[in-house]
T-cell receptor, first 115, second 116 residues
């Protein structure tokens, strides 16, 4: 049973527009969330994170929004650039601040930004 | 470059064989994590070591084992290999054992294992 779900396998946007990637989770105990970006033949790269005490975290062109009541988070990229084309993974920590650091990942969304 | 190194980059072997994947964490990181990514799947957590000791275990098969050595590098041993073990295996490292703001997991480039 998937605890972290990314229901859109792919997303295509025009350069300069906003990209919105969505993620849903089922376990209300999750309270730390991360987004990773992955290019082909490379390992995932950390992008941005958010803890449950916040509903928004911003870093440059990237903003993550968390809606705890809906168990939903989203990643906004504004403006989108062709170099943002990659697979984006949503991840959750089942043990925030604890003694274990394992993450639970969604299956990813492939973002294509067209010039 | 994340600072996490993994060898080999590619590995092709036959069913029933045993292989060892190696990971060197970033300098100063004490935790090492192993993840498996099969076709069309997200990354599945296998196991975590912190400063030489096992800290967390995920859906790791009994045919798989891992260890972390005194110099903090880690090895993932896969034995009695089956076709379904073909996957990308990623290693990640972080400074501490738990997950908290600022304690990011940095991933290596992965080892692609093909079992024929």
């Amino acid at each position: 049973d998937q605890q972290v779900k990314q229901n859109s396998p792919s997303l295509s946007v025009q350069e300069g527009r906003i990209s919105i990637l969505n993620c849903d989770y089922t376990n209300s105990m999750f309270d730390y969330f991360l987004w990773y970006k992955k290019y082909p033949a490379e390992g995932p790269t950390f992008l941005i994170s958010i803890s449950s005490i916040k509903d928004k975290n911003e870093d440059g062109r990237f903003t993550v929004f968390l809606n705890k009541s809906a168990k939903h988070l989203s990643l906004h990229i504004v403006p989108s650039q062709p170099g943002d084309s990659a697979v984006y993974f949503c991840a959750a920590s089942p043990n925030y601040g604890g003694s274990q650091g394992n993450l639970i990942f969604g299956k990813g969304t492939k973002l294509s930004v067209k010039p | 470059d994340s600072g996490v190194t993994q060898t080999p980059k590619h590995l092709i072997t036959a069913t029933g064989q045993r292989v060892t994947l190696r990971c060197s964490p970033r300098s100063g990181d004490l935790s090492v994590y192993w993840y498996q990514q099969s076709l069309d799947q997200g990354l599945q957590f296998l196991i975590q070591y912190y400063n030489g000791e096992e800290r967390a275990k995920g859906n790791i098969l009994e045919r798989f084992s891992a260890q972390q050595f005194p110099d903090l590098h880690s090895e993932l041993n896969l034995s009695s290999l089956e076709l379904g073990d073909s996957a990308l295996y990623f290693c990640a490292s972080s400074v501490t054992a738990g997950t908290s703001v600022g304690d990011t997991q940095y991933f290596g480039p992965g080892t692609r294992l093909t079992v024929l």
